[in-house]
Structure formats: structure tokens, C-alpha cells
């Protein structure tokens, strides 16, 4: 049975990636009742890990497509939460993102949007949230980006 996500990321040409094990000593996600939480997932592509200080060495551009690249990763730890069957998503409802940026840069939501931008193009009204996007002076491995999220699920 074809799951209607999945299928729209399809249309988008995008596919999710296998979700990351953890590095350290936490689990990826934890469900409580209908309430998942997604631990904070790194900027990573297929070439590997997008690393960069906003303001200093990439631009805010580059900065959402390390964003919408967390998205996927978002999604992929859901889909491994719920048993492979992402159609058990039924909304996001908040995203934490964090920008390795420099102290003077000011558009952490900016950079934020290229991942709500692409959860609320892929799943519409569900994928509206609320949300926080601030700085950091560093983040893990020195990635340009980092968010974890809180999703409701069936």
C-alpha cells in the first residue's frame, strides 16, 4: 500500500535517509503516548556532513538547504518510531533549531525556514508548527545546523 508522504516526496524527488543511530548517549526519539520527540538531527547530504558558520563562511541560502537537509533526517526518526509507517504522522508540532553562526549574524529564522518551508510543503497544514531558531557559537562536529522536533502521532 502506497503511503501518501512518501509518495509526495517521490513527486519532490527527494527520499529520506536511513535514520542516524545515535553518537552519544541518548536515543533518537522517545514516544509518550501520542507525543514523539525527535532528538536534535545534523545538517547531512549525501556528500556527508554540511558543516559552516553562518555570517562568517556560508550564506543564508546555503544555511536553509543545510535546514531542509534536518528535515528529512526529522522525518526519517519518525518513520523509524512509528514502525516504518510514516503515515502514522499526523503533525508537527514544534521545531528547536540551532545556527553555528557568528555573534553578529541575525537571520537564525531565515535559515530555519528551509526546514518549515519544506515540512509545510510536503504535508500542508500538518506540517505547520510552532518554532524557536537561535544561535549557536558551535555545534556538533562544527554542522551548520541542528533541530529536533516534537510531532504528534496516530
Known amino acids: 500500500m502506497s503511503n501518501p508522504i512518501e509518495d509526495r516526496l517521490t513527486a519532490m ?3 529520506l535517509p536511513d535514520a542516524a543511530a545515535p553518537a552519544a548517549n541518548y536515543v533518537p526519539f522517545v514516544m509518550q503516548g501520542n507525543t514523539l520527540y525527535v532528538a536534535g538531527q545534523i545538517s547531512s547530504g549525501p556528500d556527508g556532513l554540511i558543516k559552516g558558520k553562518l555570517g562568517e563562511d556560508m550564506s543564508v541560502e546555503d544555511g536553509a538547504r543545510a535546514a531542509r537537509t534536518c528535515g ?3 522525518l526519517a526518526q519518525v518513520k523509524a518510531a512509528c514502525d516504518g509507517d510514516l503515515s502514522r504522522l499526523k503533525r508537527v508540532v514544534k521545531l528547536t533549531g540551532f545556527v553555528n553562526s557568528t555573534g553578529d549574524f541575525v537571520d537564525q529564522p531565515k535559515v530555519i525556514n528551509g526546514c518549515s518551508d519544506f515540512l509545510v510543503e510536503l504535508l ?3 506540517g505547520r508548527h510552532s518554532r524557536s531558531a537561535v544561535s549557536a557559537a558551535s555545534l556538533p562536529l562544527g554542522v551548520a545546523v ?3 522536533g516534537i510531532f504528534e502521532i496516530s
Do not use: C, T, V, Y
Request: charged share 25%; glycine share 16%.
Open 13 to 15: 524527488g527527494l527520499a
Open 72 to 74: 528529512l533526517s526529522l
Open 124 to 126: 500542508g497544514d500538518a
Open 146 to 148: 541542528e533541530i529536533e
